[in-house]
């Protein structure tokens, strides 16, 4: 086969881009992993480490956009791939992998699990064994919560169970409350913005915009809401796993792009505050193509 001179020139084209790549690529954002707890790590240790491939403390500062260090010990941060690839050699690195973004999942059924027939608890259910998981502390990474649902009104409620540290991040979004039953609130979405694109500041909020985060909020611990219905279908009781737990919002997730929405930098980011926040479990209703498990941010999170 003969080439024409057309398509030399195209390949030639082709082989000058790529060896100019390098010299124009853009960075991307990735995760560092350096490993399980490490109690005390501070964020200046991961500036000198990554300072270290960069040539300096203030090129590591502009390039990191998340350090975790309460009970995961990594960081995020804005690397061209030859960068990502020398750090990832290092011995204290367990792995290093692109912030990549994931999509949302859900679930259902208490009848299923047997704690409820037609509606009806019986007395041997382990609702009524384990109080209905009251003062269970249950944070859920999602698209946020919506606070004014009747599935977190703090009706009946005592006060905030006194092991709690999360906050309320409101401090954008007047609007937003939490209360007795909805103890806390954040939102995290430097990971989004790094892979995708900054986001609008309207979305300083951890206020579920799309609806997926109340939902599954409400299905891991939302109140008993009777006469619940969507235009009159689906009528009934709606209830969470754990009715009488306390609940916390960790907004992880954006408007999709790509089919993707929830970011790893974020995911990571989420769960090292929610357990520093002292919440007794996560659900976490979200995945994407399976990796292993050290590239994984729901797998290290977990
Ligand atoms: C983990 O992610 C890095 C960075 O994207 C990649 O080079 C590596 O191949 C991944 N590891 C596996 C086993 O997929
Ligand atoms: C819950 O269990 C207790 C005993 O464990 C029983 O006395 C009570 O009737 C049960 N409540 C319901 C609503 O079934
Ligand atoms: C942000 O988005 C809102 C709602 O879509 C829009 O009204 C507003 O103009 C946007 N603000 C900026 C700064 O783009």
């Keep these: 086969m003969r080439l024409s001179s057309a398509t030399l020139c195209l390949v030639t084209f082709i082989v000058f881009s790529l060896l100019q790549t390098p010299a124009f690529a853009a960075k991307r954002s990735y995760v560092v992993y350096l490993g399980g707890h490490s109690h005390g790590t501070e964020t200046e240790s991961h500036y000198d480490f990554l300072g270290s491939f960069l040539g300096s403390h203030e090129h590591a500062r502009e390039a990191m956009f998340y350090s975790y260090t309460r009970h995961i010990n990594g960081f995020a941060a804005n690397l061209d791939d030859e960068v990502a690839a020398e750090i990832a050699r290092h011995p204290k690195v367990v792995s290093v992998f692109l912030n990549k973004g994931r999509k949302l999942h859900t679930t259902r059924s208490w009848e299923f699990l047997g704690l409820e027939q037609n509606g009806f608890v019986a007395s041997n259910s382990i609702w009524n064994k384990t ?80 609806g997926h985060g109340t939902h599954t909020l409400s299905t891991a611990g939302g109140n008993m809401v009777a006469k619940a219905s969507v235009f009159g279908f689906g009528k009934g009781t709606a209830k969470g796993g754990s009715p009488r737990a306390r609940v916390a919002a960790y907004k992880v997730c954006w408007p999709p792009v790509l089919g993707n929405e929830c970011f790893d930098a974020d995911i990571l980011a989420a769960f090292d505050v929610a357990i520093h926040d002292g919440v007794d479990v996560l659900s976490v209703s979200l995945g994407g193509e399976p990796t292993v498990f050290f590239n994984d941010s729901v797998a290290i999170g977990s």
Excluded: M
């Design 131 to 210: 109080r209905y998981g009251e003062d269970t502390i249950i944070g859920n990474l999602d698209t946020g919560v919506w606070p004014e649902s009747k599935s977190f009104s703090d009706d009946a409620y005592g006060p905030i169970p006194s092991k709690w540290k999360g906050i309320c991040q409101n401090h954008k979004d007047a609007g937003f409350h939490c209360n007795r039953k909805l103890i806390g609130a954040r939102y995290f979405n430097k990971g989004y913005s790094a892979a995708v694109g900054k986001l609008n500041s309207s979305f300083d909020t951890p206020r579920d915009k799309e």
